[in-house]
């Protein structure tokens, strides 16, 4: 069964998420490693109206520890909005009055998409590691799915994300490419370096260490919480930088005025980066941490497709690619490789690098400069 | 007993380390926290021959990991120098030809001098935490009680050493600022980041996140080996840098063709940074990393004199100071405000940044250029 989507609109900024199932066996879909996934759950919110023609929907794709719930509030109570609620809205950045804005996570993660945490139709309990490895291309073939089969657009006006999302706005634009008229890639890049690839491997081996990751069978028992948190610590860092760390912490102390000399956590930063770990643990899973930094990991768009110059003439999609001076996780060099690939393969593309202290995480913070560029992009998207 | 320095030189490039014990109770040696430690032993090394009026000697401090054995082999069998032979020897940067060259391990260390696995003299059992915590500022009293008190030095040529190394250098030339020369300071900071101490509270959480930790109390059980192996690899990937990563590593896969869709450590990185964390575990105890980081921590030249100026004022060292382009865990920013620092307290300071891609790590790869530098340098100080 589909339904209008106009009618999950926001109502007075209470967003309402919704769950579109598919891929029931036999159907099941075929995954990149060539194993098969079914049924799958997408989990997906939507906000602003989509007009008649259908013509004004952008799909908003979450960075790793991001979730359907983008903006808006989920109850009268709820303290605090979506993750990107600071850029969408009306009058926003991606301007609810404008746009119909659609935002899903991602599958293998844990927010309410199909994921290892979920039920494994053949065993009855939770997939746990038989859950099979997705890539960056089957988040978005499942996306494809919800916005072509259920949401029955006939195309995306444009498809945005940071970090994570940036690599399926990416896919997306050459996966699908009469599907996309316009990709916004953000703090993002076609393939991360070593060293990203080193702290995801930490972090892994941080969760598989503990001894309460069980081989990732913890569900109803206790969970690896230490070694999920530590995951999160190194994480964390990353999506600073060293200026931001400073401006924010310094070598303050938390609530000393002089050293204790022993092994508290005493240092403002370390105390900070503890309640970053804790937060986390209490609202994700240790097993999607383990999928999601492999997807990452995997994610390698010249290499799929041959090169990135090859990759970006099967898009037709316009490019908007913004990085930030501070981002060491997704630097802009990465940023500046695509953009010349981009223009190689005669793609219409706007690269911007914003000056900005606060790292990888600046495509969060930074609302002002970024509602300019991209509210401006947008309207230049002819479709 | 104290005995004549010069027979512990080198013989055909082996080396014999020594012991010096001092710090009986009742005169323990009271630290920077006000608890006393004693017995203490100093593990060091000798290298070079002490010239007539002892005026030759140069004092070695090492790095975080680092411990006396700077140079030449322990047997004739022993696989691999000392951790900065290729520096060390006749003819090189520190020329043993010309220079008496000690190294000693650092206290709160694992290589032999008194730490966290020593015996605690009051319970006959190790320390473990009841082990104090010590500082920069306790190292090096420590150090100096070998080279007066012991090796009955009137003075050092140089002290020189590079990352923590240099903290203490930094630490000699203003404590005892008439028995210092001239210091030596490579890749180094007068005090740590917030992203510095962030990475270490990482490392110090994965150790006490292990449940063989124990509180500390793992002596003679199974030791944390999962924690200390993961701090380690947090670590190591700081003491690289992203370029020297990526040319390294990387992309590549360690043995497949293509993704094999599952959670082994596929890529060169992965596999590289779980083997450097086997391999530390095998030889540093979990303890002194939490010791020896948190000494770095809390280090903090111009807060413990007032001001960094303030602090130079107090030295009468000719400095050297060498930074490298791509170190991002002690930057070249940092080293350059201690170079500002020195010139404003009128010390006689050169300063080099190196254009190098290998990361903090420079310091022990960049061997050709450092040596012109460091030779040129040593030659021009006056005694």
Redesign the interface.
């Known amino acids: 069964m589909t339904k209008e989507p106009a009618d999950t609109a926001v109502k007075n900024n209470i967003v309402i998420p919704e769950d579109y199932e598919f891929a029931y066996p036999p159907s099941e879909m075929v995954l990149?490693?060539g194993?098969k996934l079914g049924p799958i759950n997408i989990r997906y919110e939507t906000y602003g109206r989509l007009n008649k023609d259908k013509s004004n929907a952008i799909l908003i794709v979450h960075a790793f520890s991001g979730d359907a719930h983008a903006a808006g509030y989920h109850s009268e109570d709820d303290k605090s909005p979506g993750w990107w609620d600071n850029m969408i809205g009306p009058g926003k950045a991606f301007d609810t009055s404008k746009y119909y804005i659609i935002c899903s996570n991602v599958i293998g993660g844990c927010q309410g998409s199909t994921g290892p945490a979920s039920i494994n139709p053949e065993t009855g309990k939770p997939y746990g590691?038989s859950f099979?490895?997705v890539t960056i291309s089957d988040m978005v073939k499942a996306q494809y799915r919800l916005v072509f089969e259920h949401l029955r657009l006939p195309f995306l006006y444009a498809v945005a994300g940071g970090s994570m999302g940036g690599m399926q706005a990416l896919e997306w634009s050459v996966a699908y490419p009469d599907f996309v008229k316009s990709a916004l890639i953000l703090a993002s890049t076609a393939?991360i370096?070593?060293?990203g690839?080193?702290?995801d491997?930490?972090g892994?081996?941080?969760i598989?260490?503990?001894?309460r990751w069980q081989n990732g069978d913890y569900y109803g028992k206790k969970i690896p919480a230490?070694?999920l948190?530590?995951a999160r610590?190194?994480g964390h860092?990353t999506y600073?930088?060293?200026e931001s760390?400073?401006m924010?912490?310094?070598?303050r102390l938390q609530t000393r005025q002089k050293?204790g000399?022993?092994?508290t956590?005493e240092?403002e930063?370390?105390s900070y980066?503890?309640h970053q770990?804790d937060k986390f643990v209490e609202r994700f899973d240790a097993n999607s941490y383990?999928y999601i930094t492999?997807a990452m990991?995997?994610f390698?768009l010249g290499?799929k497709y041959g090169s990135l110059p090859q990759a970006f003439s099967r898009a037709k999609a316009k490019y908007l690619v913004v990085s930030f001076s501070s981002d060491?996780l997704y630097?802009p060099y990465q940023s500046k490789e695509m953009v010349f690939a981009m223009i190689k393969s005669g793609r219409d593309v706007s690269y911007i690098e914003l000056n900005s202290p606060y790292g990888h995480d600046s495509f969060l913070l930074e609302t002002t400069r970024q509602k300019k560029i991209i509210k401006s992009f947008l309207e230049s998207v002819n479709v």
């Open positions: 990149e490693s194993k590691l099979p490895v393939r370096t070593a060293q690839i080193a702290f491997a930490v892994r081996n941080a598989v260490s503990d001894p230490r070694g948190s530590i610590m190194v860092i600073l930088s060293d760390m400073g924010k912490f310094g070598r050293y000399y022993d092994f956590d240092f930063v370390e980066l503890h770990g383990l492999k990991d995997y390698d290499a060491w630097p």
